[in-house]
C-alpha cells in the first residue's frame, strides 16, 4: 500500500472513534435514565400496591356470610326436659349417635342419661371450648349436670344454625382461625403447595424447580410453583387472568404480604380466602365452610382421607369435583395420602385405611337449603331495623328464638290437617298460616306462612291481611272489665235485634251467628258464646274511641278507620299482628313486642344489639286475670270446647274467630308456655266453608296436642274476689238471694246490694231443719 494511502487511513479512523465513543455513552445515559424511571415508576407502583394490601388486608377482608341460629336450649335442675327431643334435635345438629362418645360433635344416650361431646362454639356470653356434657333426666326432671364431669346447676347446648345470607358477591366462607385447625391439615397443606412456607420470602425460585423436577417425574402436576403467599395474592387482590402483567403484580404483592405481616396472618388468610367449590350460584371459599360443604362436618372433625380429599380441591375444584368426578377425585387424593406417608405424616396403617375409605362426601351437593324461608323473612325484617346492610357483611352471628321442634310440629299439622279439612268439607285450595310465640320471653318460636312450608313465596303470616272476625271481641271486654266500677262479669248486656246507621245514611242490622236473639245475657256469656248483637251493645256504650284506644294499647301499631262493623271484627290484620295483641293477654296484661331476634354479636364475639327482657303493663292485673279467666271458659263450654275432648282436658284459653261468608278461619290459643294464632283462608278470599272451631281449631289442635301442653295455673291476684251475682239483675248479693251465680270480680267494684229480686226459699223438711242436713 502506498504510504500516501495509509496515512489517510489513519486519518478516518482517528475521525471515527470519537463518535463510536460517544454513541455509546449516550446510549449508556439514556439506558440508565430509563432504569431510573422504570426504578421510580416500580417504586410508585410498588407503593400504590402496598397501600391496596394494606387496605384490604387490614380492614374487612371478606363479607361473610350472616349466620342465623336457632334457640339457645338451656338445660337446668329441676326443671321439665324430654332425652328425646334434645337427641332429636342434636342430629338435626349434625351430630352423630354412638356408643360410646370418643370426639366432637358425638353423642349416646340411654334411657336416663345423654352424654354430648359438644363442638367448639362462640356462645352469646363467650367461647366455650369442646367439652363432655352429661345429662341426666329421670321422671322428666332434670336431676344432674355436669361439664367435662364436674357438676353445674346449667348448661347451655350449641344452637342449630338455620342458615347463611350470603353476601352479593356470592362468596360464601366460614371463618376458622389457624389455632382451630387440625395441624395435620395445616402440614399437609404445607407439604403440598408450599414446602418452604417458613423460609421463603414471597417468591421461591428453588420451589419452582422443585415442582418442576417433581412433575417431570411424576409425569402429570402434582406440585404448584407459585408459593401460598402468591396464590393469596392472586386470590385476594388480582383476577384468573394468565399473562405475565398479572404474574408480575401477584409476584410483587406477595412481597409486599410478607413483609407486612407474620407467616401465621398470611397462612390464617389464605386457610380462609382459598377457593375450593361451588355451591350452586354461591362460591364455597376457605377450608372452614369447605368441609361442611363437602362432608357436612366442622372442621376439626376430619378424617386423614377427608383432609386430603378437601387440600386436593386446591388443585382444581371443577375438575376434581368429587360429585361429578369421583375416579379424579380419588386418584387425586391418594396421590395425597401417598405424598403424607412419605413424609412422615401417617403410618403405614393410617395410609392404607385412608388410602381404601371412600371419599364419604355428603349425599346431596347443596349445602344451605333454607329450610324455614317464612320464619327467615321474619328474622331479615328485624335485622336490616336493628343494623345497616355494611354492618351485615361483617360476618355477624344472630341468635333468635327459633325452635326446630315446634316448627317441624307446626309444619306436620299443617301438611296432615289441611287435606283432612279439605276431603270432610268438600273443599280445595286452603291455605294456612301458624305462630307460635313463647309467651314470657315474646321469642317467636316457630312460624308457617302457606301449606308449602319450604317454599319462599308469599309469607301469609307476616302479609296476609284478612278480617279477624271474633278474635275482636275480647279486647272489647277487656275495655269494658278494666271499668270495674261500671262493668263485670254479671252485667247485663240486651240481646234484642238492632239497626245501625253510617254516617251516609245505610242501614247495618247485624245478627248472631246462629241467628237467635236471647233477650238479655251477662257480660262473660256474651264472650263465652261469642255473641254478636251483645258485643256490639257492650262497644257502642264503652264508645268507638275507646275501643280503637284498647286496640292500639295492646299492640296494634297502623292506623284505625273505626266503625260499627270493626266491633265484629270487620278490621284486616296479619296473624303476625292479631298475634301480638294477644300476647299481652296471655302475658297477663304486659306487653313486649313480639320477635325472632335476641342477640346479634360481631365477628369478634361483641356484642351489637340485645333484646331487653322490658315489658309494660298495658291492662291492669285483675283485669287480665278476668280476661284469662273467660277465655279459659271459652275452651271449657264456649265455643272452643271441642277441645277439651281433642285435648283430655288440659286447661288452656283461646278464642275462634270466623269472618263474613266463612272467608276466614281463626283460633288463638295458649297454655302456660305458648302462644298459637293459627289462620285458615283462601288466597282468592272465597268461602272455606269453615268456621273457627271448625277448621282452625282442630288444626291448633293437632299441633298443641304433638307439642305438649303446659296447662294453665290459676293464681288469682289479691285484688280479685269471688262473688255472688243475682244472674237477672247483675247485682253483688247476699246469700240470700235466690237465682245467683259465681264469678270472679274486682273487690274494688263489688256493691253488695241487700235487695234481692226472690229470696232463697228455705225447701228443708221439719226433720232437717231441726237436725240439720
Request: hydrophobic residues 40%; proline residues 3%.
Amino acid at each position: 500500500m502506498p504510504k500516501n494511502n495509509v496515512t489517510k487511513a489513519k486519518s478516518s479512523v482517528k475521525k471515527t472513534a470519537p463518535k463510536k465513543n460517544s454513541i455509546t455513552r449516550r446510549l449508556a445515559v439514556i439506558l440508565v435514565k430509563l432504569m431510573i424511571a422504570m426504578l421510580f415508576t416500580l417504586g410508585i407502583y410498588t407503593i400504590y400496591l402496598d397501600a391496596k394490601v394494606r387496605k384490604k388486608f387490614e380492614g374487612q377482608r371478606w363479607q361473610v356470610p350472616v349466620q342465623i341460629y336457632g334457640q339457645l336450649k338451656k338445660l337446668q335442675l329441676g326443671e321439665s326436659e324430654n332425652l328425646n327431643e334434645i337427641a332429636q334435635a342434636l342430629t338435626i345438629n349434625g351430630y352423630k349417635k354412638v356408643n360410646f362418645v370418643t370426639r366432637v360433635g358425638q353423642f349416646a344416650q340411654s334411657a336416663e342419661r345423654l352424654i354430648i361431646f359438644q363442638r367448639p362454639f362462640e356462645f352469646t356470653d363467650g367461647v366455650n371450648s369442646a367439652q363432655q356434657l352429661n345429662i341426666e333426666v329421670v321422671n322428666g326432671i332434670v336431676v344432674a349436670l355436669s361439664i367435662n364431669n364436674k357438676a353445674v346447676t346449667a348448661l347451655t347446648l350449641e344452637p342449630q344454625l338455620l342458615a347463611r345470607l350470603v353476601p352479593n358477591n356470592k362468596e360464601d366462607r366460614v371463618l376458622v382461625p389457624l389455632e382451630e385447625l387440625p395441624s395435620q391439615l395445616v402440614d399437609t397443606l404445607l407439604l403440598v403447595e408450599d414446602r418452604d412456607f417458613y423460609h421463603h420470602h414471597g417468591v421461591s425460585p428453588v420451589g419452582i424447580i422443585r415442582a418442576l423436577v417433581n412433575n417431570i417425574r411424576a409425569g402429570r402436576t402434582v406440585q404448584g410453583g407459585s408459593t401460598l403467599t402468591q396464590q393469596l395474592a392472586k386470590n385476594m387482590f388480582l383476577s384468573r387472568e394468565r399473562t405475565l402483567t398479572r404474574k408480575i403484580k401477584e409476584a410483587l404483592m406477595a412481597l409486599i404480604l410478607e413483609f407486612r405481616y407474620s407467616k401465621d396472618q398470611l397462612l390464617e388468610a389464605y386457610i380462609n380466602e382459598v377457593y375450593l367449590g361451588q355451591n350452586y350460584a354461591n362460591g364455597v371459599y376457605g377450608f372452614g365452610l369447605a368441609t361442611q360443604f363437602y362432608f357436612g362436618k366442622k372442621i376439626n372433625e376430619l378424617s386423614n382421607a377427608q383432609m386430603a380429599l378437601l387440600i386436593a380441591q386446591v388443585k382444581g375444584p371443577s375438575y376434581y369435583d368429587p360429585w361429578r368426578h369421583p375416579k379424579r377425585a380419588t386418584e387425586r387424593r391418594d396421590l395425597i395420602l401417598r405424598l403424607m406417608f412419605e413424609q412422615h405424616l401417617l403410618s403405614l396403617a393410617d395410609f392404607e385405611q385412608a388410602a381404601e375409605s371412600s371419599l364419604s362426601i355428603r349425599p346431596q351437593r347443596r349445602l344451605a337449603k333454607k329450610s324455614y324461608p317464612a320464619y327467615l323473612q321474619l328474622v331479615n325484617d328485624e335485622l336490616n331495623q336493628h343494623l345497616s346492610s355494611f354492618t351485615q357483611k361483617s360476618g355477624i352471628k344472630v341468635f333468635t328464638g327459633f325452635s326446630h321442634r315446634s316448627q317441624q310440629l307446626l309444619e306436620q299439622s299443617v301438611a296432615k290437617q289441611l287435606p283432612l279439612l279439605e276431603s270432610q268439607y268438600k273443599q280445595r285450595d286452603l291455605e294456612a298460616a301458624m305462630v307460635v310465640t313463647d309467651i314470657a320471653s315474646g321469642e317467636i318460636r316457630a312460624l308457617v306462612g302457606g301449606r308449602e312450608s319450604g317454599y319462599a313465596g308469599f309469607n301469609r303470616a307476616i302479609n296476609a291481611k284478612r278480617h279477624i272476625g271474633s278474635l275482636i271481641k275480647p279486647v272489647i271486654y277487656a275495655t269494658a272489665l278494666e271499668r270495674y266500677q261500671q262493668y263485670n262479669f254479671a252485667t247485663i248486656l240486651d240481646d234484642k235485634a238492632i239497626t245501625l246507621k253510617s254516617g251516609s245514611g245505610k242501614k247495618w242490622q247485624p245478627k248472631n251467628y246462629d241467628g237467635k236473639y236471647r233477650g238479655q245475657v251477662s257480660l262473660i256469656e256474651g264472650l263465652v258464646y261469642s255473641l254478636n248483637i251483645p258485643t256490639i251493645n257492650l262497644g257502642m256504650s264503652l264508645g268507638l274511641t275507646s275501643v280503637a284506644d284498647a286496640i292500639k294499647n295492646l299492640g296494634y301499631q297502623h292506623k284505625l278507620q273505626m266503625r260499627p262493623s270493626v266491633l265484629l271484627g270487620a278490621i284486616n290484620m296479619s296473624p303476625l299482628e292479631i298475634n301480638q295483641l294477644y300476647l299481652t293477654i296471655a302475658n297477663k296484661g304486659y306487653y313486649q313486642k313480639s320477635h325472632t331476634i335476641t342477640k346479634i354479636l360481631s365477628a369478634n364475639n361483641e356484642t351489637l344489639w340485645q333484646k331487653q327482657p322490658l315489658s309494660e303493663q298495658r291492662l291492669s292485673t285483675g283485669g287480665a286475670y278476668l280476661l284469662n279467666y273467660a277465655l279459659e271458659k271459652v275452651v271449657q263450654e264456649g265455643t272452643a270446647r271441642s277441645l277439651t275432648w281433642r285435648l283430655h282436658n288440659n286447661k288452656l284459653a283461646g278464642k275462634t274467630g270466623t269472618s263474613n261468608d266463612l272467608r276466614d278461619s281463626w283460633f288463638i290459643g295458649y297454655d302456660d308456655k305458648h302462644l298459637v294464632t293459627t289462620w285458615l283462608g283462601k288466597d282468592n278470599n272465597t268461602s272455606t266453608g269453615l268456621t273457627g272451631s271448625s277448621g282452625a281449631l282442630p288444626l291448633f289442635a293437632d299441633f298443641i296436642k304433638k307439642q305438649g301442653v303446659v296447662n294453665k295455673t290459676d293464681d288469682k291476684p289479691e285484688g280479685i274476689l269471688v262473688t255472688l251475682f243475682e244472674q237477672q239483675t247483675g247485682n253483688a248479693v247476699t246469700e240470700e238471694c235466690a237465682n245467683t251465680v259465681i264469678y270472679p270480680a274486682i273487690r274494688r267494684g263489688i256493691v253488695t246490694s241487700s235487695k234481692c229480686l226472690q229470696e232463697k226459699q228455705d225447701k228443708r223438711n221439719w226433720f232437717e231443719k231441726i237436725f240439720g242436713s
